[in-house]
């Protein structure tokens, strides 16, 4: 019996998804379970996972389509059931059509041409543009076609220069100077929407303040070492220790994992803490749930997975909800210092800079020695300078003395 999928819930938030990607298609076999569609939501493009076995009979909604939360998207019947009849052509248009000029469809590839391998964002743009992505030579990991690959052909076939004469002709008077190409304007994503809105929601209603320590990070370095030797299975990160770290001083410090309501300060029960990842579509903050409770090696393990299916685009309901608190580390930057904006509704975030050998004093002498800036960023409604320099305090005292944070 043939079962129709529909637009699911992958967020708390999410009220319409957009599919950014079939990875089935019709007539294909589909496993319960296994990834059918890339969906993108206010806070990410999640893979949806089919919870139906069988044929891949229709797909009611195409790429670059969005559709409320229960909408039908596709159907599933059962294996060599016969496909259900198609229903007629919808007559409202995808919306990057208009009656003056209708955009042709994406191609799909023939099985002689291979598969196009594209980000959503990629498809969506060289839909807008109307570029046939066959055409495009992706850079990015397994020859994916990117955002950038699709508009250097956009440039190229504005402003490509006319080829050279075959024979050489006289010199021509001055050519008039070519007016400059025109900018190019993209409609903004749903998850672009959703971090401006909440970065000037942050930026207008939180009144920030900024704390900065330096921390010395010549113990953990060592016993980061010590811990890759030991540790086989998992390659210890200096991101890991500070996590672990800052999973412990926030239990000390419950104040700082709180939330600001109209009436109240809400102090919550678990310590989730965020970890902001840049991926091509944008600034995504994936959670580690009860970072207090995590022994620093499995801590290492969850962090890397995480992050991983954050920028692979894979990431599962869930892994976005329920932060306390945010981490963002530049550290592979050549950053010396920056401060970060709240994530509301959180009070506060933690800004990680380059860990950078530096001569420093200790007691009579100068020593070079590997030294981290630590920013953070507050509410000042939720606490105030004292309460953030006690809490810098303590994660300075864990990170310099880290062999408590092995557990």
Do not use: C
């Amino acid at each position: 019996m043939a079962v129709e999928l529909v637009m699911p819930r992958m967020s708390d938030t999410m009220e319409s998804g957009t599919i950014a990607r079939w990875l089935k298609q019709e007539g294909q076999d589909v496993k319960k379970g296994e990834p059918i569609a890339e969906i993108e939501t206010d806070k990410a493009t999640m893979q949806l996972e089919s919870y139906a076995g069988g044929t891949l009979q229709r797909i009611l909604l195409k790429e670059g389509q969005s559709a409320p939360i229960g909408t039908p998207i596709a159907v599933i019947g059962e294996a060599g059931e016969a496909p259900a009849a198609k229903a007629a052509p919808s007559a409202q248009p995808p919306p990057s059509v208009t009656t003056a000029a209708p955009v042709p469809p994406t191609p799909t590839p023939t099985p002689s041409q291979g598969r196009i391998i594209a980000s959503p964002i990629a498809r969506r743009l060289a839909e807008e543009l109307n570029i046939d992505l066959r055409g495009v030579t992706g850079t990015g990991p397994g020859g994916r076609i990117t955002r950038e690959d699709v508009e250097l052909v956009a440039e190229q076939q504005r402003g490509l220069p006319a080829a050279a004469p075959a024979a050489p002709v006289a010199p021509a008077p001055t050519a008039p100077v070519e007016p400059a190409a025109a900018p190019v304007e993209r409609p903004l994503t749903r998850m672009q929407e959703t971090i401006a809105r909440r970065m000037v929601l942050s930026k207008t209603t939180i009144p920030h303040f900024y704390v900065t320590a330096e921390v010395d990070m010549a113990e953990a370095a060592q016993l980061r070492q010590q811990l890759i030797e030991a540790w086989t299975e998992v390659r210890v990160s200096f991101r890991d220790l500070i996590v672990t770290a800052v999973g412990l001083a926030l239990k000390a410090h419950p104040i700082v994992n709180a939330s600001w309501r109209e009436n109240a300060i809400e102090y919550h029960g678990d310590v989730n803490v965020g970890y902001a990842v840049a991926t091509e579509g944008g600034l995504l903050v994936p959670v580690l749930h009860q970072v207090d409770k995590t022994g620093l090696r499995t801590l290492s393990k969850q962090l890397k997975d995480l992050v991983q299916r954050t920028r692979e685009g894979k990431s599962m309901p869930g892994d976005f909800e329920g932060g306390t608190f945010t981490v963002s580390n530049l550290g592979q930057y050549p950053v010396e210092d920056f401060l970060a904006i709240v994530n509301p509704p959180e009070s506060a975030i933690l800004a990680v800079a380059r860990i950078e050998k530096k001569p420093v004093v200790k007691g009579d002498a100068i020593v070079i020695s590997e030294r981290v800036h630590l920013s953070l960023s507050a509410d000042h409604r939720v606490f105030y300078g004292a309460t953030a320099g006690e809490f810098l305090g303590t994660l300075k005292s864990l990170l310099e003395n880290p062999l408590s944070l092995v557990g």
